[in-house]
C-alpha cells in the first residue's frame, strides 16, 4: 500500500494547506479467480479484492471548486461543481466526475468544494479495475465527508450506474462490486442478477495467486464485448421456445441448456452460450473444492475456464494464450487462466510459493520469445474493500 506521509506531502504541493485537515480512503483492484463473461448474463462470478488499489486524499475547500490530480500523470484540473459535464479531453477524471455528478442526481447537495489527490498502484490498462477503484474510492470518501449513510452495495450500484451513463462503458457491476464489498483472505461469491453475495474462505495455503500482466493493451475489447453481449441475448431469444420466461442466460442451468441447445441457430451464438452455462457451472464447482480444500480441482477448474474462453467465447488473444500455456508448464502450477474481458491484459495463475521465482523466469523468457512482449508479475494477496485509513 501507498505511503500515505509521502503522498501528504504531494497533496500540500498540488494544493498547498494544512495536512491536518486531509483525510485519506483507499479501494483495491480486483481479479476474477474464475466466472468471466457471466457477469452481465446473470450469473455468478468469484472475484477478489487485491491489496494494491487506488488510494486518495481528500480535503474540503472554501469555493463550490473540484480540483483533481494524480501522483501518476503530470495533468490536474479544476472543475466547477455546478457544472460537471463529460469531455473526452479530461481522460481519466471523467470517472471521478461522474461520481460528483451521480451523487448530485441522487440527492446529496456539496457543503463545499473539494481537493482530490489520486495515487494508483494498479496497472493502467492491465484489467484489474483500475476505473472502479478510482469510483468507488470517490463515492466513498464523499458520502464520509458529507456525512451520508455508507451501503456499500448502494456505491457499488452507483458505481456501476456513472460508468455506464456518465461514462458510457456497459460494464456489469462485478467490477465495483468487489472493490466495494471485498474481504481479506475471502473471495466473493457474487451472482449478479440480484447481487446476492457470500464472503467465501480463500485458503491458499503455500500457493500464491500471480498476476501477469501481458502488457498488451486491450485494443478490441469494446466492440468484441458489445459483439458477445448481443450474440448471447440471441442465444437467450431462441431458446424462448423452451423456456419463454427466459431473460438471461444464468438462469437456466447446465442440463437445461444441453438439453435444448439445439434450438439456438447458428453455430457461434451456441458456442457463446456454452461458455457462458458451462462457466456458471464451473464457479458452482469451484466452490464445493474451496469448500473440501481442493485446491488441486479449483486449478483444473481455473484451467477449463480459459481453454472456454478461447475456443468458445474466443476473447483471448495469442498474447493471453501464449501466457497462459507457458505458465502451465511450470512445476508446481496448480491452474491458470485469463482474467478480465480479455484481448489483452492480465492472467492469474495459482503457484506454489516455491515456484514463484522460476514460474516469473520461465513465462517471462517463453512469453517474451512468442509475442516479442515484455510481461510484469505481480505476487498477490486478497484484501479488504473500499476503507477510510485517517
Keep these: 500500500m501507498a505511503n500515505v506521509q509521502e503522498l501528504t506531502q504531494k497533496f500540500i504541493q498540488q494544493y498547498g494547506g494544512e495536512a491536518s485537515s486531509i483525510q485519506v480512503f483507499h479501494a483495491p483492484g480486483r481479479v476474477n479467480l474464475i466466472g468471466e463473461h457471466t457477469d452481465y448474463n446473470g450469473g455468478y462470478v468469484f472475484p477478489a479484492a487485491l491489496t494494491f488499489g487506488t488510494t486518495l486524499l481528500i480535503r474540503a475547500r472554501g469555493d463550490r ?57 494498479i496497472p493502467n490498462g492491465a484489467g484489474l479495475s483500475s476505473s472502479a477503484s478510482i469510483e468507488v474510492v470517490t463515492a466513498y470518501a464523499l458520502l464520509t465527508l458529507e456525512k451520508q449513510p455508507i451501503d456499500k452495495v448502494q456505491i457499488a450500484l452507483l458505481s456501476q450506474k456513472s460508468e455506464n451513463e456518465f461514462n458510457g462503458v456497459q460494464c456489469g457491476i462485478m467490477d465495483q462490486f468487489a472493490v466495494a464489498n ?50 448471447c441475448e440471441q442465444a437467450v431469444q431462441d431458446l424462448t421456445q423452451a423456456f419463454p420466461e427466459l431473460t438471461l442466460l444464468g438462469q437456466i442451468n447446465l442440463e437445461q441448456f444441453n438439453a435444448n ?41 481455473m484451467n477449463g475456464s480459459h481453454d472456454s474462453l478461447r475456443d468458445l467465447y474466443e476473447v483471448t488473444g495469442a498474447e493471453l494464450d501464449a501466457m497462459v500455456a507457458a505458465a502451465r508448464k511450470v512445476d508446481g502450477v496448480l491452474g491458470s487462466r485469463m482474467t478480465g474481458a480479455g484481448f489483452g491484459g492480465c492472467t492469474v495463475s495459482l503457484v506454489h510459493e516455491d515456484s514463484i521465482e522460476s514460474f516469473k523466469q520461465q513465462v517471462g523468457e517463453e512469453y517474451t520469445a512468442a509475442t516479442g512482449l515484455v510481461a510484469d508479475f505481480y505476487v498477490c494477496s486478497i484484501g479488504n474493500g473500499v476503507e477510510q485509513l485517517v
Design 182 to 231: 471485498g474481504k481479506k483472505d475471502h473471495a466473493i461469491l457474487l451472482m449478479c442478477d440480484t447481487l446476492e453475495y457470500d464472503l467465501v474462505p480463500f485458503q491458499s495455503g503455500s500457493y500464491k495467486l500471480v498476476i501477469g500482466n501481458t502488457n498488451k493493451r486491450r485494443g478490441l475489447v469494446d466492440s468484441a464485448y458489445n459483439e458477445r453481449r448481443s450474440q
Design 261 to 301: 441447445k439445439h434450438l439456438i441457430k447458428e453455430d457461434i451464438v451456441r458456442n457463446r452460450a456454452q461458455h457462458v452455462v458451462e462457466e456458471i457451472d464451473r464457479v458452482l464447482q469451484s466452490m464445493e473444492a474451496l469448500k473440501k480444500d481442493d485446491l488441486a480441482l479449483f486449478g483444473q477448474l
Design 65 to 121: 471548486k473540484l480540483g483533481l490530480a494524480t501522483t501518476n500523470f503530470p495533468m490536474s484540473r479544476e472543475f466547477d461543481l455546478e457544472n460537471i459535464v463529460y469531455d473526452e479531453a479530461d481522460d481519466w477524471m471523467n470517472y471521478p466526475k461522474g461520481i460528483f455528478h451521480e451523487l448530485k442526481q441522487r440527492g446529496v447537495s456539496y457543503t463545499s468544494g473539494y481537493d482530490l489527490l489520486y495515487h494508483g498502484e
